[in-house]
């Protein structure tokens, strides 16, 4: 234990939460978690003005003590110059703890190395001479397709993952060159996801997902009116496999 401890110090640790559900952290992640003195949360700032983090309530279902944790609001805006003066402001918060002697922890959800604003925090703190460990989690969109037994891809099957999008005519013809598209963040080009899910060949299955990992809050659909009628929040995404066999 005393070598853990050492081992802690050296280094801000950085742990993958994956998409929610406290029972996806990994055993390793969780171990850091427990060990840290000092827990850094992303949070935003509500309409009403209240500070909602969901790796905090990811946290305190693992049985994380609150005293532990420390909330960072950061700037949910396409203008990311609000957003890294908020990273700065928390890479400072997290030096002057690492230099008091703490065990430093990072939250991050999904996965730290994918598409995670953690990454800025991370470069930040290297330019500072601090070390940084980093623990894998589980991408939101490995947890989806677990959790509805998709497969993502399987033998000489292509993958493609997509956080931009510029046309309907770009996604429809990934779906023809015969990939699987996995649509992260769909909330952002939601328009012309739903002008290509109505162009889609028929050999093609949809699979839409909301806020994994929230109980109260997750849904699912692979019923293409039913994706049509829906308003695209914030935490979603859409995986598209096109069948090997034409549907019955």
Do not use: W
């Amino acid at each position: 234990m005393e070598d853990e401890k050492e081992e802690m110090s050296n280094a801000v640790v950085i742990v993958s939460l994956g998409p929610g559900d406290p029972e996806l952290i990994t055993l390793k992640g969780l171990n850091r978690l427990r060990r840290a003195d000092r827990i850094f949360c992303p949070a935003t700032l509500a309409s009403d003005g209240t500070i909602v983090s969901r790796t905090q309530k990811i946290l305190n279902e693992a049985g994380i003590p609150e005293t532990n944790i420390r909330l960072f609001p950061v700037a949910m805006d396409t203008d990311r110059y609000a957003a890294m003066y908020d990273y700065a402001d928390v890479v400072r918060n997290i030096e002057k703890e690492y230099e008091a002697g703490h065990h430093v922890v990072i939250t991050a959800e999904g996965d730290a190395g994918f598409y995670s604003s953690s990454s800025c925090i991370s470069d930040m703190l290297t330019v500072r001479g601090i070390p940084i460990e980093r623990i894998a989690g589980v991408p939101a969109f490995i947890a989806c397709a677990a959790s509805e037994n998709i497969r993502i891809s399987e033998r000489d099957e292509e993958a493609s993952i997509i956080t931009r999008l510029s046309s309907a005519e770009e996604l429809i013809g990934y779906i023809k060159a015969g990939r699987t598209v996995v649509l992260m963040k769909v909330s952002r080009f939601e328009a012309l996801v739903k002008e290509a899910l109505q162009d889609a060949p028929d050999n093609v299955s949809f699979h839409y997902f909301e806020n994994t990992g929230i109980p109260e809050k997750a849904y699912y659909t692979h019923r293409i009116n039913d994706i049509l009628s829906r308003r695209f929040p914030y935490f979603s995404l859409l995986i598209i496999r096109t069948e090997r066999t034409q549907k019955a």
